[in-house]
């Protein structure tokens, strides 16, 4: 059994002029956001054993924020930069390359691709991931190189706006 991540990072900050997109950092919402998604997973004690992220400061700062709550080593965060503004072939391959030393993984990354993603390998189907959704999918295989030769089960879908105080 492997277990699947997928979490969009937090709302970014649009307030900077002339700065590339990969390196938009979050606004205050992003962080409260991230703060409680990964509270709400810590909770549910299903911690991930990686977490890997897009090389997008508003990506990484999420899987940080993440990692700083499940008590996960930071510098452990894998780095991918195939991930940014990916398809989503080249999600599939991403998943399909980790290593076998992990039965549950957290990936951190952006839409459209994530959403196109989670459609076509999950048995379910959402509009829109929105930002700082988390959603776990268990594929019933024992490799990762194989986890897309069925359908993945989507045992949750968390909205941040489920969460506001």
Known sequence: MKKLYITRHAKSDWGFDGLKDIDRPLNQRGYDDAYRLSAFIKKKEQVPQLL???????????????????????????????????????????????????????????????????????????????????????????????VFKKEGKTIFTEFPKEFKP
Not at 59 to 67: E, K, Q, V, Y
Not at 103 to 129: A, R, Y
Request: hydrophobic letters at 40%; proline letters at 4%; a negative charge.
């Open 52 to 146: 890997v992220s897009s090389p997008a400061i508003r990506a990484i700062s999420t899987a940080l924020i993440f990692a700083r709550n499940f008590s996960y080593p930071e510098n452990e965060i894998k780095i991918v930069k195939e991930i940014y503004e990916s398809s989503v072939a080249t999600l599939k391959q991403c998943v399909t390359d980790f290593s076998e030393d992990y039965s549950s993984i957290m990936l951190f990354g952006h839409n459209p691709g994530l959403t196109k993603f989670f459609n076509e390998v999950s048995d379910s189907e959402i509009d829109n991931l929105p930002t700082c959704a988390v959603t776990l999918i268990e594929f019933d295989a024992a490799t990762w190189k194989n």
